[in-house]
């Protein structure tokens, strides 16, 4: 079977941005874990933790640092499956370094899946409806999803986000991407209850699900601008990942290349030092760069 990749080279990368973030929650879950069961000293350097990652200028590093603590949260899992954050915690940080640092088609598989198990753990010890989600149809589903709500919206959003992290890994099939409408719909809820969770990032994963197929196909570039349009104006213009994102999948997939030139410029001249998205920006210009080194040739 061909992959969905083989018709769309950019695919692979899709959801590859979005999990910066998620490699973040792990250490501030973490850090009310820790907090309850060692000292407020762990629990400090756990915050910490997490500011030094979100600010960090090298990439590299945060690769090499994090299969310590997947481990760690494994341990942490011995004792503590039926802790519902701590499920969470592991579910981010795995699925985090599938989708950026892992290249290994089977690995990162393997990885994600163990990320999915986690994540759906935890939301179905949150709330017994919520079990098996991934079993039922679409319409029942909506039915689940037509539940959260402002006290649930943090676990469906890990939950949904980690989802789409299991569907990039294994592209090659078409029983994932079948499953891409209940990540939609998952986002979508989001929304409507918090626009601005997670620094807009549901917007961010509309503006790339919109934007997946051209028209003909059924996807909907122009409603995936918006979304996109709607994070770069609420960070004013500071989230460089959102500029790459809309350049990479409106603007390319609709040919517009004034547009997306002008997009990766402002990154690539930007400055990326701004608190909380240091590294996301720096990935940012990074691939900016590289689309830009490649627009001639695509347009």
Excluded at 88 to 106: K, W
Excluded at 133 to 142: K, M, N, P, V
Aim: net charge negative; hydrophobic share 45%; glycine share 4%.
């Amino acid at each position: 079977m061909q992959k969905l990749s083989d018709h769309h080279p950019s695919y692979q990368r899709i959801f590859l941005y979005f999990f910066i973030s998620l490699f973040i929650i792990f250490s501030s879950a973490c850090s009310s874990i820790i907090s309850s069961t060692v000292s407020s000293t762990a629990s400090k350097m756990a915050s910490n933790l997490s500011y030094t990652i979100l600010n960090s200028d090298d990439p590299k590093t945060v690769a090499d640092g994090a299969p310590a603590y997947l481990l760690l949260m494994d341990s942490f899992l011995i004792d503590g499956a039926d802790n519902p954050q701590l499920l969470q915690s592991a579910a981010s940080l795995y699925s985090a370094y599938a989708s950026i640092f892992v290249s290994q088609e089977i690995r990162a598989q393997r990885m994600s899946s163990k990320a999915l198990s986690y994540a759906e753990q935890a939301l179905c010890l949150s709330n017994k409806t919520f079990c098996q989600l991934r079993d039922i149809d679409f319409s029942h589903f909506s039915e689940k999803a037509n539940l959260i709500n402002k006290e649930n919206i943090n676990d469906w959003y890990i939950f949904g986000s980690v989802w789409a992290g299991w569907i990039k890994a294994n592209s090659g099939s078409m029983l994932a991407i079948a499953q891409l409408p209940q990540v939609t719909l998952i986002m979508e809820k989001v929304l409507q209850i918090d626009e601005h969770w997670q620094n807009d990032e549901a917007h961010l994963y509309l503006g790339v699900l919109n934007t997946l197929l051209p028209p003909a196909l059924g996807g909907k570039p122009e409603q995936g601008r918006l979304h996109f349009e709607k994070v770069i104006a609420y960070s004013k213009g500071k989230n460089l990942m959102a500029k790459v994102l809309f350049a990479e999948k409106y603007a390319r997939l609709v040919f517009d290349q004034p547009l997306h030139d002008r997009l990766l410029k402002e990154v690539v001249e930007a400055d990326p030092y701004v608190e909380n998205m240091t590294l996301m920006n720096v990935l940012a210009q990074e691939k900016a760069q590289q689309l830009l080194d490649s627009s001639v040739e695509y347009f």
